[in-house]
């Protein structure tokens, strides 16, 4: 891994944009990891787009650990991240500190992810000191829908707004080395960004942020829901897929497919005395 929590706080400090993806799984990771990208974060948005969850709540610490393993073995030089899943973390600093350390020990991750501001202080400054290197994630938090009331822009009003800047400095100063800003108001994640040290990656949040941040599924279009507002579709691998899938069950129901040339080959004497010795017996 060359990439690491430092060289990303590094290249904020130069002034370049950090570049992540999610993958979830060996042979995506080893695409990515081979075209240059800086991190790739073993998101919980697993539950949604591998698991067929309706959202990333049922996600378990083995889930997780079991992805990122896979995603560690694809990475020679992105940072690998991998998320703490809902109640992982929650419940006491000692369990948060529990499950991270499950998580970097078993799967061989760089970093972890935890979502929520200064409540969750304690827990990051304890990993922190155990040499665990932590991602925040403030704004949309996926893990709190159920108490957000939905999928919205989070930071509009002044007073939330507020909020979410003096989480921002809260994780910063607990020794988070970087934090998502997930669908939060352009304006506003780019104030965050100027007032932080630690760089900002944005999902929704606008290009002043210090790097970006997309589910692979939604950039590639592989899922097949309504486009989401800060998705970009950089092409339609989901219609890919359909059109071979279509294409080799027609091919295989007319007997189009195996061709030829997928086809292994024997020494024509030996079938031949093989089906003589074998008809003979009929
Ligand atoms: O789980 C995930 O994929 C995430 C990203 C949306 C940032 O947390």
Known sequence: ????????????????????LTAYDYSTAKLMDSCGIDA?????????????????????MDEMIHHAKAVVRG??????VADMPFMSYQVSVQEALTNAGRLMKETGAGAVKLEGGAEFCP??????????PVMGHLGLTPQSIRA???????????DKAVKLISDALALEKAGAFSIVLECVPAELAA????????PTIGIGAGKDCDGQVLVYQDMLTVSQGAKLKFVKRYCDVGSMMKNAFRSYIEETESGLFPAEEHTFKMDETVI???????????
């Open 191 to 198: 104030l965050i960004t100027g007032i932080l040290t630690i």
């Open 123 to 132: 827990q990051v400054e304890a990993m922190t000191a155990a040499s665990i």
């Open 75 to 80: 990475c020679e030089n992105a940072l690998v």
């Open 148 to 158: 957000l009331g939905g999928f919205k822009v989070q930071g509009k009003e002044k």
């Open 1 to 20: 891994m060359n990439n690491t929590a430092i060289s990303l706080r590094e290249k904020k400090a130069k002034g370049g944009k950090i570049t992540m």
């Open 272 to 282: 031949s005395e093989l089906t003589r010795q074998y008809k003979a017996r009929d």
């Open 40 to 60: 790739v974060l073993v998101g919980d948005s697993l539950g949604n787009v591998m698991l067929g969850y309706d959202s990333t709540l049922p996600v378990t």
